[in-house]
């Protein structure tokens, strides 16, 4: 078994066009997500905020604000929001997207620790993983590929969530 830096977590998916993706935590055990995407939560699960992603807690005060600053070029909230098991036992924590989609678990240590996604794409991931942002390199990608110039990158060796919006159907 490989040495990870992100915790572990559990997930089971639900539904079929609106997706809801539900994580088992283990004691201590932490989940990272976007503001409002919780759904449900045990109450033994702590709701914490903060600055940033949350993904090293040694960067001090100058990165905190590079990587909140970094978040609110892609167009996302200042802050992250951490749930912590507390409890003795495992909890449940669930999350969705506000829109009709699909919910894709990517273990970013099998993808080389690094993905680079559509800036509104996050969901959740486990606590460890890093959030931050990508700039198209090619001019035409960034005006004709649909995606923008600016994208998420998620680093690190844990488990992410990404959400993919359903398109129209004729």
Do not use: W
């Not at 201590?28 to 976007?34: D, K, L, M, R, Y």
């Not at 506000?98 to 273990?107: L, N």
């Not at 931050?132 to 690190?156: D, N, P, Y």
């Amino acid at each position: 078994m490989q040495n990870r830096n992100a915790h572990e977590i559990d997930y089971k998916i639900y539904g079929d066009d609106m997706q809801l993706i539900e994580i088992e935590l283990d004691p201590q055990e932490s989940v990272i997500a976007e503001a409002g995407a919780m759904t449900m939560m045990s109450e033994p699960i702590g709701m914490n905020t903060v600055f940033g992603d949350g993904s090293s807690q040694e960067e001090g005060l100058m990165g905190k604000l590079l990587g909140a600053g970094k978040r609110l070029l892609t167009g996302e909230s200042l802050f992250m929001t951490v749930f912590t098991n507390n409890g003795h036992g495992k909890q449940h924590v669930s999350f969705s997207a506000p829109y009709p989609g699909k919910i894709i678990p990517m273990d970013l240590s099998l993808l080389d620790g690094k993905i680079i996604c559509q800036k509104d794409s996050f969901l959740c991931a486990a606590k460890g993983v890093s959030i931050g942002m990508e700039f198209t390199r090619k001019l035409g990608a960034g005006f004709f590929g649909g995606e923008g110039f600016i994208l998420q990158k998620l680093e690190g060796d844990g488990l992410a969530f990404d959400y993919r919006k359903r398109t129209k159907t004729r």
